[in-house]
Every structure is written in C-alpha cells, then in structure tokens.
C-alpha cells in the first residue's frame, strides 16, 4: 500500500492491527490496574492477534452504549446504505450529497497519523480518505463563513444508546473554517485499506490528528458552515473539562488526569509512559493556526 506519509512516520510506526481494533479490552485491563493510557510518537510493539470477533469488541461509540463491548454487539443495527451527507449554511451549493457521489469526486489517500485520546493513550493509524477542504470546497464556501459544523446519525431504532441521555443528542462536533481547510484535516472512510466498521464509525468519520479523538465526530451526516462558533457534544455535557479547541496540549491538564504523558497501544503495559508531543507531533504544521492565542485558555 502507498501511504501518504506525514510528520516522518512509516509502515513500521503504524500500530498494529489487532492491537488498534483491540484497543478497549486492552484498557479494560488498565482500568483494575488504575492506569489510563498509552503513546505514539515511538513505535509501538505489536500485540499477538485476538480472533476477530474479539478485537472488534471494544470501542467507544456512545451512541450504541456506555459498555466497551456495545458497539460491536450493536453497531451492525445501523444502516449505512444508502449514505447521504447534507451539507448546508453559507455555501453556494447545498444539498443531500450521496456518499457514492462524493467518493467519485473524491481523491482518496492512506495517511498514516498519530491518534491522541483525551484519556491518556494513543497510537498510530493507518486511514483511507480526503481532505476535508475538497469537499467544502466542492460545496463552495461563501465569504464569511468562520466555522464547519459536523453532526452524527440519529436513529434511535438503531443506535440503542441514544435511548438514555448519557450525551445531548445528536452527537455534535465543531471546527474553525482554517482548521477544517486544513491539508491535515480528512474524512475517513476507510482504515488498513478496508472500509471502516460500524462501532468505528462508517461510513464516513472525521480526523483531526492534532486534536484529542473525541473530536473527530462518527457516522457524520451534517456538515454547516456557519459565521458562529457551533456547540460540540463533550463541551455541552462538560464545559470545564472539555473546550472546543481541544488541541493536545501536554501544559494543559485534564481536571481529573495529567496529559502530560500517554502510553503508546500495544506497548507492553509495564512499558512506562512518553511524553506527549504538542498538538499531537503535528506542532509545525497547525501552531500558525493559533498565533497569538493563550493555549491554556482556549483549550
């Protein structure tokens, strides 16, 4: 596979397979040990292979359940053929955009980037997708949009999860419109080269690698341009310990844990933490982005 490289990674950092699908039965683990996390920049050991059914069996998809196995025993409910995108506010186009029809536009890569969790680990993805900035623009932009808006399906019939108020739904996610143009920034629609799995969000997902994982929002069905900052999901719920940047930020703690270091997924768990990279590794390429801004009060 020809993977587009990005801040000096190779194949050879990629975290392996097994062990990214089977990242939340490894924190299963952690959790009775009172650890929380793991690391990118090194390379990550790779673990021995679950079975498939096993190392798809952990995720974190709210939508689908609180439990770390519930995506996977309930992801299969969603339908996500057919796909439609809308995509609507300040743009010269709008309209529901089937997601066979913006594929075809589409030029789809395999970008190899760090994945940072707000919970402390992380590791190293291999995904298939495109720049964001190709489908907005492909929408047209209007003079005066500031921010992109993103939110997730809502199908209650499907999505178990959002049968209890755990989060206010639907799911929510927001950008500035020069971080969404981003080259960094991609929809996702695939991942090692095969289509993404229902508990990790198909068929099409955000990636922002300089930001925590929350933030690029699943199962996306809405894209607005707007000229006002969009409300985001963990910032609704909680304010104080998730802002709308959400930039990796090593100086900025989470009010319950340090984010100073992470422990990379698939390292053995008595490896020790690293240190954590500002804006995930991706320094050089967004910190012109916030010229200017206090990181420790827009966090």
Request: hydrophobic residues 40%.
């Amino acid at each position: 596979m020809a993977y587009r490289w990005k801040n000096n990674l190779t194949d050879r950092d990629v975290t392996d397979e097994a062990a990214w699908l089977n990242r939340r039965q490894i924190m299963g683990g952690m959790a009775g040990l009172g650890l929380a996390g793991m690391a990118s920049g090194a390379r990550a050991e790779a673990l021995e292979p679950n079975a498939y059914e096993d190392i798809t069996s952990y995720c974190n998809y709210y939508e689908f359940g609180t439990g770390k196995g519930d995506p996977s025993k309930y992801a299969h409910m969603l339908a996500t053929e057919p796909w439609s995108v809308k995509i609507d506010g300040m743009v010269d186009r709008p309209g529901d955009y089937a997601l066979e029809d913006i594929l075809a536009k589409m030029t789809i890569e395999e970008r190899i980037y760090r994945f940072r969790c707000v919970e402390a680990w992380s590791m190293v993805v291999p995904w298939n997708g495109f720049e964001l900035a190709d489908l907005l623009e492909m929408a047209g932009v209007q003079a005066g949009a500031k921010y992109v808006a993103f939110e997730t399906v809502l199908r209650k019939d499907e999505m178990p999860g959002t049968r209890y108020p755990v989060l206010d739904w639907p799911y929510v996610e927001g950008l500035r419109l020069d971080e969404a143009m981003h080259p960094l920034t991609i929809m996702a629609s695939g991942i090692y080269g095969k289509p993404l799995l229902g508990q990790n969000g198909a068929p099409l997902r955000l990636v922002v690698p300089w930001k925590y994982g929350f933030k690029s929002i699943k199962s996306v069905v809405r894209i607005t341009l707007t000229d006002t900052q969009p409300p985001t999901s963990w910032n609704k719920a909680n304010a104080r310990e998730y802002g709308f940047y959400s930039n990796v930020n090593p100086e900025v703690d989470h009010p319950r844990w340090s984010q100073a270091s992470e422990r990379v997924l698939g390292s053995s768990l008595f490896a020790g933490k690293v240190p954590t990279q500002m804006f995930n590794g991706y320094e050089d390429e967004v910190a012109g982005l916030y010229q200017g801004m206090d990181l420790r009060k827009f966090f």
